[in-house]
């Protein structure tokens, strides 16, 4: 059965930007720059970006290009006891796919709300208690269901659905050729009004302020390669599955590049909306910016809805900003759906139409989950150690497994010879040593951290069962369907 192909390289660029540039690029780089040294920050990202972003998608475009196949299939050609470290990451991108919907339903509802700026005055009441309505609840006791959270999931769900559903050519790339110009777009107009409003100026000053002696700090350089893993998009199955469909005199090291470049240059712009605002909200409540600031969903739902009631035109700044963060979100999500769909593709040799009905349908029901009282908590909960426990471990075990037990250099040298340009050692150098010595710093630290202390306050019952317990279940999953279903069907491989 021949594999589908991108219509064209820009929607195939399009397509993988759509799949990185997500919420977190919104809410979650300007924070960490903030955090973690302002304009000094720049230096360990593009140092991380250099040895670990580019070399990464290079080798994660040049397997999926080379291997054609999702990710078990890929594992399972470099090496046959392997396959169930492709159906971990699939398992880590249905999770995120299921949980991650909650947001974009969220900012669904606020694109709605923010015509008349319906969230008031009080935007953190408002969030957690008129529209959460969260209450006493737990990750184990989340209470009733709400259907002004369940609707709008549901139309994000729909949206994904008809994307996937048609296909690499007829739905994913189309859907990626309007949003994401469309994203860029909106940025850019919503750029140009706030950085002309008073005190933007200091809002950018405090991000782009350098404090050089954040670089002595391994932290700093820590936070700046999780934030680069985070947010490419590598490691869970996603642009295995999207560069396997490159046509076949396609160029992979100049696409990696590209798409590299363009993610991490639309944080940075992120990071001038987001200060430009606060720098403005911080100067209208005569406060400093360190007062106003907050990171993760109280920066996107309880602190720029207090900022758009300031801004001049509201009603017209508003609904720009949230749809901006409706369509980053689900160009994100119909990656991570896509990737799901096409692992099962391969693997049961289905359709892509029975594929898409049967993971969008499971996806749902179980996102339901995150349509209640408790939702907020559980999303919490399962978030971080999705990203900080198994995503981490998944990149761990992906660079070791291609910086060593198999020949990289065969990759680089497929890469090279089909690129405008060619890499040269560097790649190899990155991929065995400085990759996989920073991640694993990082995934020791943040194991040991949890162990010791927990997180979030949450019992530790609840800590073991969907915390430790989700990862171990997704680690014995992803082996049992690898040795309980039949080898995945050959697909045609690049010379």
Request: with cysteine; proline share 3%; aromatic share 14%.
């Amino acid at each position: 059965m021949k594999r589908e192909q991108w219509g064209s390289r820009a929607g195939f660029i399009l397509a993988a930007v759509g799949s990185a540039v997500g919420l977190g690029n919104i809410w979650r780089f300007p924070y960490m720059a903030y955090e973690n040294g302002g304009g000094a920050f720049f230096i360990p990202y593009l140092f991380a970006m250099l040895t670990a972003g580019i070399p990464f998608m290079i080798m994660e475009f040049g397997l999926g290009k080379k291997l054609r196949g999702s990710s078990p299939v890929v594992f399972s050609k470099l090496n046959t006891k392997f396959e169930w470290l492709g159906w971990f990451q699939v398992l880590i991108a249905a999770t995120i796919g299921i949980y991650y919907v909650a947001v974009i339903g969220w900012a669904i509802s606020y694109f709605g709300f923010s015509f008349g700026q319906d969230w008031g005055t009080d935007t953190n009441a408002f969030f957690f208690s008129d529209y959460l309505k969260l209450g006493e609840n737990s990750p184990t006791s989340l209470g009733d269901w709400q259907w002004h959270i369940a609707i709008p999931m549901i139309i994000a769900w729909a949206i994904t659905y008809a994307a996937v559903f048609r296909g690499v050519k007829g739905g994913i790339e189309k859907a990626s050729k309007i949003m994401m110009p469309l994203l860029f777009v909106m940025v850019l107009l919503l750029i140009g009004r706030v950085v002309m409003l008073p005190g933007a100026l200091d809002g950018l000053n405090y991000l782009f302020s350098p404090d050089f002696s954040k670089l002595a700090d391994a932290s700093v350089w820590s936070a700046a390669y999780g934030q680069i893993f985070f947010t490419l998009s590598v490691g869970f199955a996603i642009m295995l599955a999207y560069s396997s469909y490159l046509p076949e005199k396609s160029d992979v090291n100049n696409n990696a590049l590209m798409t590299v470049l363009i993610n991490c240059g639309f944080s940075i712009v992120a990071g001038v909306l987001i200060f430009s605002i606060l720098g403005y909200m911080a100067a209208e409540q005569s406060k400093g910016i360190t007062d106003v600031v907050s990171g993760g969903v109280g920066l996107a739902f309880v602190t720029l809805p207090a900022a758009i009631n300031l801004l001049p035109i509201p009603y017209i700044l508003g609904p720009l900003f949230f749809l901006a963060l409706v369509v980053a979100g689900l160009s994100s999500h119909i990656s991570i759906i896509e990737a799901v769909t096409s692992s099962i593709m391969d693997k049961l040799n289905v359709t892509r139409q029975k594929a898409a009905t049967a993971v969008c349908g499971v996806g749902f029901v179980v996102s339901m989950a995150f349509a209640t009282n408790g939702g907020l908590l559980l999303l919490d909960l399962v978030d971080y150690f999705v990203n900080n426990v198994a995503l981490l471990t998944s990149c761990l075990l992906e660079l070791l497994l291609v910086g060593w037990l198999v020949k990289l250099s065969d990759i680089r040298q497929y890469a090279n010879r089909i690129s405008e340009f060619s890499v040269g050692q560097w790649m190899e150098i990155c991929i065995r040593f400085i990759s996989p010595i920073m991640l694993a710093v990082i995934l020791v630290k943040n194991l040991i951290d949890t162990f010791n202390e927990g997180y979030g306050g949450y019992a530790q019952f609840e800590l073991l069962t969907l915390g430790w317990g989700l990862v171990a279940a997704m680690l014995v999953v992803g082996i049992i369907v690898n040795s309980t279903t039949p080898p995945a069907r050959d697909m045609e491989t690049d010379a």
